[in-house]
């Protein structure tokens, strides 16, 4: 009895895996359709960001196949978890040709995400796991006095070096700042929170001071800061898009008002 019984326990689970693995195997052949029909005339029939479309763009396609992705909630040089590869699907990029495709439906989107992880061998290989998912952390609410601590903090850490004294993108290394392929980038304006692609509310930005922007020289702020200061900071930052005279103590933060 005992023996029948491990028996079907061990054939219940083969088919279990074995009915898992013909769902996985579906969903990335949906999500190829999907794929090309919606990504590749940008992001290129094979991902390496060559699509037809791509010579045209300012802000060039994501390359799936470096897997270097920017907006992530998973440590500096880490892949991104599959809930941010959909934020993005679902929200777009602002400021850039990466439309949202909230209309898709979630079993599309999610479907896409899994035929994107198959154009890198970075999402097979097993030394890249488990990932390291960063929380928000502890919430410093957005006031006069953080916006000030965190001006202290833009200036200390130099930020001003490539994004600017006032953020307006002008610093003295703007000029020369490239991504990892060696690729002249423009730092953002701060100023301008039309130019802001993810980081729009200062959770966004906090996130992203976290994680930093793999394939970018902009770091995470991880190990330098604490979480209240990086709060601070982003602060700050959403400060610029949305208030006058921040830097000069002259004018609450608008939020406050």
Not at 43 to 69: C, E, I, M, Y
Not at 227 to 244: F, G, I, K, M, T
């Amino acid at each position: 009895m005992l023996l029948a019984a491990i028996l079907l326990l061990v054939f219940g689970l083969c088919a279990c895996a074995a009915n898992y693995k013909t769902s996985e195997n579906a969903s990335v052949a949906r999500g190829a359709a999907v794929y090309h029909n919606a990504c590749a005339s940008c992001h290129g029939d094979n991902g390496d960001g060559n699509g037809p479309v791509s010579v045209s763009l300012k802000t060039k396609p994501r390359d799936f196949q470096k897997a270097a992705f920017k907006f992530r909630t998973t440590a500096s040089g880490q892949l991104p978890t599959d809930h941010d590869l959909m934020s993005i699907v679902n929200s777009g990029i602002y400021h850039t040709a990466m439309p949202s495709f909230a209309q898709m439906s979630l079993r599309d989107q999610y479907a896409v995400v899994q035929y994107i992880k198959t154009l890198s061998p970075a999402f097979r290989d097993s030394s890249q796991y488990p990932l390291d998912t960063l929380k928000v952390g502890h919430f410093v609410p957005y006031t006069f006095d953080s916006v000030e601590r965190g001006r202290g903090i833009y200036l200390e850490m130099k930020c001003w070096n490539c994004h600017g004294i006032t953020g307006e993108g002008n610093g003295p290394a703007a000029s020369t700042v490239k991504d990892d392929e060696g690729h002249l980038l423009e730092p953002t304006n701060l100023t301008r929170a039309w130019d802001l692609k993810v980081g729009r509310t200062p959770d966004r930005i906090y996130m992203i001071f976290s994680t930093g922007l793999n394939g970018t020289p902009m770091p995470s702020f991880a190990q330098l800061l604490s979480e209240e200061q990086r709060w601070d900071l982003a602060n700050y930052v959403y400060a610029l898009s949305h208030s006058d005279r921040y830097y000069e103590g002259e004018e609450l933060p608008t939020a406050t008002k």
